[in-house]
């Protein structure tokens, strides 16, 4: 009976004990195991939230079956847990020698081109500038100026020269990266197309660095709304977005030269489109624009191409350029034809203000390393639109 009410008492005086013969540095374990899950899956459900829920049409009962999906299930088990017996012969060749399975490898051809068809189908700058692909650091290419001149002369009188004005532009590959994040589950889901989804999601990551990069700049690359690049400034009357007029529009048409109009486009922010299609003639008047240019996504006649790497209505500010306009195939994209990879299990990184330690949720991380560079080799064929300084 005193037995009894020993354990009694044992189990009133320690907090959340259930098996009285616990020790105290036993207690103590289990209770901080006990805080350590509690914080652990509030860190989940948050990096849930950051990270896109896979859509139904990555899972299917025929990816079991499905050689190239399980292939490259299997290729990213074999680099992430080490285990080199489950690399498929087919990629094994683009595993580095050096770095073996431990360290970074190149991205498969196959996988690495059905990335870049995402950052082409979606990304504006990829889809509009001229693309270089380059073998070796940096590349040298001309920027004209300037056109040459044309002068009629007599039969037997000698032309004049009249050259036109380089001068020189060096494409210098500026090496970057991303992440992306999956739960070590996904890599053990037969019915997931992991290839596919971590596919989709670095394109879009891709695609949205060189949108950014190609518009507002992304340091040390100057876009194509940073200031200095050559291109045609035009200044709304005022210091805030909402200044501009159809007038400026106009003028900014008006400002490039006549031959590049042919391949010439308009590239803003969705929200700076919606303001410009609500612009009216006079306070109680019709649009400026017609129902079939609204419709089509055109103004003065030229398509329009919406990016959010161009600064929304929300942005507005002194100094600040918001629109572009012009032949987009004078901006020289160069890019190593190319993707590595390589992996953490261990790594803190960041998401939006978060930061998360891959480790305490279960997340494995993909930093894929790219490289490119964008430079202008014909600027003044680009107009932008941008608020007064003051």
Known sequence: MKGVTKMQEET??????????????????RIAGALVNERVNK?????????PVPGDEFRSADNKQNPSVIDGRNYLKSIIFNQPDLMPERYKSYLGEASGNTGSNLVPQEWYNKIMSLVAEGGVAYRNATI???????????????????????????????????????????????IVLFSKQLIDDEAFDLMSFVSEMAGKVFMLAIDRAAFRGLTPINGLLSNGIGATIHEVAGDEFSAMTYDDLIAMVAAVPSHTLRNSKWYMNRTVYGSIKRLKYSVAGEYVLSPQDRKELLLEGYPVELTDACPAMGESGQDKAFIGFGDLSYMALGMRNSLSVDFSKEATVTA???????WQTGLVGLNFGASFDIKFTFPSAISVLKTQAS
């Open 132 to 178: 270089f692909n380059m073998s070796r650091k940096d590349l040298v290419i001309p920027r004209m100026d300037t056109m040459p001149g044309f002068s009629f002369v007599t039969e037997g009188a000698v032309k004049a020269v009249s050259n036109p004005t380089f001068s020189q532009v060096i494409l210098s590959r500026k090496d970057g990266g991303f």
């Open 352 to 358: 939006g203000e978060s930061t998360i330690n891959l």
């Open 43 to 51: 860190e989940i459900d948050e990096i849930h939230k950051l990270i």
């Open 12 to 29: 009133k005086t320690l907090d959340d004990v259930q098996v009285p013969t616990e020790t105290d540095e036993q207690k103590i374990t």
